[in-house]
């Protein structure tokens, strides 16, 4: 008999295993998986899902092959060639999963249009409250002012040498003064006043990838990000993207933010905004 069918098999498996092209190339490098999830923002675990093709474990498809990609970049590997052999090894079964909720990531968009609606409708408070700031501020102006003049005032003899009317234009000209600066002061103060700065605090209870940027495109939060509380601040509306839900939580200036509706097998990718 001949071994030329059982030679084809072999050399067929070791074409299509990635993840032990993979292990062997980081072995040659002698490098570490936490060096390697330290410096591609990559978590561990799947850095040995990638190893073990254990895509059970890995993030959705399209994740998963942009992290194998990477990890061959850095191995100097052939991006090429690995992201062939992962296409190749991707179990049919979930490539099927993922067919089926195509139409998933379109849910949280009509969610998103009422988030703007809703905004829409706070403008009244906001301007209710700026018109409170201005008032304090022209209200604190004048108690500041009154008292400068009630500490600078001239001794009565001088005084005595005024006239009633110039007294009265004096004083006449000294409110006018005092209106001015109020009115100016007041200004200042609304056009420093951010309204529109929104507060994200992010509780992590594991090791999650989070990417956050602002209208501004501040970038708030980006990579692997460890357990833990964080505060963010920035310009709404903000873009969020989150590989694993469960480990994640979100509150938007104190309200929290229902994750789940935007979810498709744990990973979110959405825009968020009060």
Do not use: C, W
């Amino acid at each position: 008999m001949e071994m030329t069918t059982p030679s084809s098999n072999t050399q067929s498996n070791q074409q299509g295993s990635f993840g032990a092209v993979l292990q062997q190339a980081r072995k040659n490098k002698q490098v570490s998986l936490e060096e390697v999830a330290a410096e591609l923002f990559i978590l561990k675990r799947h850095l040995q899902a990638l190893e073990s093709e254990n895509f059970s474990e890995l993030p959705q498809a399209a994740f998963a092959r942009g992290f194998a990609i990477n990890y061959a970049k850095f191995l100097d590997l052939d991006p090429v060639k690995i992201a062939s052999s992962f296409d190749a090894a991707y179990p049919k079964e979930l490539k099927a999963q993922l067919a089926n909720n195509t139409d998933t990531p379109l849910r949280p968009m009509g969610t998103l249009q009422r988030d703007t609606h809703n905004r829409i409708r706070f403008n009244p408070l906001l301007i209710i409250g700026v018109i409170g700031l201005i008032i304090l501020a022209i209200f604190l102006f004048r108690m500041v002012s009154n008292a400068s003049k009630e500490n600078n005032q001239e001794p009565t003899v001088a005084v005595e040498d005024i006239s009633a009317v110039e007294q009265a234009q004096g004083a006449a000209i000294n409110t006018n003064a005092n209106g001015v600066g109020a009115s100016g002061s007041a200004l200042n103060l609304g056009g420093d006043t951010n309204t529109n700065v929104a507060v994200l605090d992010v509780k992590l209870t594991d090791d999650a990838i989070i990417s956050i940027t602002d209208a501004s495109g501040s970038n708030l939060m980006n990579g692997a990000q460890t357990a833990g509380d964080y505060k963010l601040s920035g310009m709404p509306p903000f873009n969020v993207q989150i590989d694993n839900v469960d480990n994640v939580s979100l509150m938007l200036n104190q309200e929290a933010v229902a994750l789940d509706t935007y979810a498709t097998d744990k990973q979110a990718s959405f825009e968020l905004a009060p």
